[in-house]
């Protein structure tokens, strides 16, 4: 499984732009999934150019909720290619001309290896991926208490780590993960940081992720904030 940061609040490199919005590539099993789409397409659309990710190459899409800064960027992304699977939570509406919309309301498999937590409190599902590591969650912004993502990703397998936005959820519910990734709207990044320095990577922009590389290849890699944030 390989993770690519496409937008994020900061970047992992330069050449990329940061913008408040998450979306990222998941790769796993020969599928590419678009996880969110950011809040702007002509950012999205920009930074998979920079990061030589086709639009036309995406088999499936994953949307996690309907805020904006993570369904901003969908329309721009089908213009480009709208022969994709999208799966959606009950609360998003709005889609339309694409090749197959599927909501999902309960934790399922959405296909092997590759499950759905399912709309968790009215408002948000996570993606979670199998790896021979483990279960990896990717969330857009952890709205639910993680204590019930932690439960709905927990009927899959044993959890490995999680990667994406986990708002304001409280540092010691992460203290069992091998793999924390906390990206977009955390709001106890550092505490994280602080508490888990074996198993925090810095995210941004650009980061890529697999799970399947030793997990000292991850650590001490300096991030690339924008000017605005130095």
């Known amino acids: 499984m390989q993770t690519t940061i496409i937008y994020d609040n900061t970047v992992f490199r330069n050449d990329l732009q940061a913008d408040w919005g998450f979306s990222a590539l998941i790769e796993i099993n020969g599928k590419k999934i678009l996880f969110d789409a950011g809040a702007s397409g002509s950012i999205l659309l920009s930074n998979m150019s920079q990061l030589g990710i086709a639009p036309e190459d995406i088999d499936e899409v994953f949307i996690s909720h309907a ?15 709208n022969n994709v699977k999208i799966w959606i939570p009950p609360s998003f509406r709005g889609i339309k001309n694409v090749k197959e919309l599927v909501e999902v309301a309960y934790k399922r498999e959405l296909c092997e290896g590759i499950y759905s937590t399912g709309e968790l409190g009215g408002i948000e599902q996570s993606l979670c991926i199998k790896t021979d590591k483990g279960i990896v969650i990717i969330t857009g912004c ?5 204590k019930d993502i932690i439960n709905a990703a927990s009927a899959f397998g044993k959890i490995y780590g999680i990667i994406g936005g986990l708002h304001g959820s409280k540092p010691e519910s992460l203290k069992d993960f091998n793999l924390i990734c906390a990206t977009h709207c955390t709001q106890h990044k550092q505490e994280i940081m602080s508490l888990y320095p074996k198993s925090y990577v810095e995210g941004g922009a650009g980061k890529v992720i697999n799970i399947e590389d030793d997990p000292e290849l991850r650590y001490g890699e300096e991030i690339q904030r924008p000017d605005h944030e130095k």
């Open 67 to 81: 805020h904006f800064d993570h369904t901003g960027g969908l329309s721009a992304f089908l213009d480009q290619n």
């Open 142 to 146: 952890s709205h639910p208490r993680m």
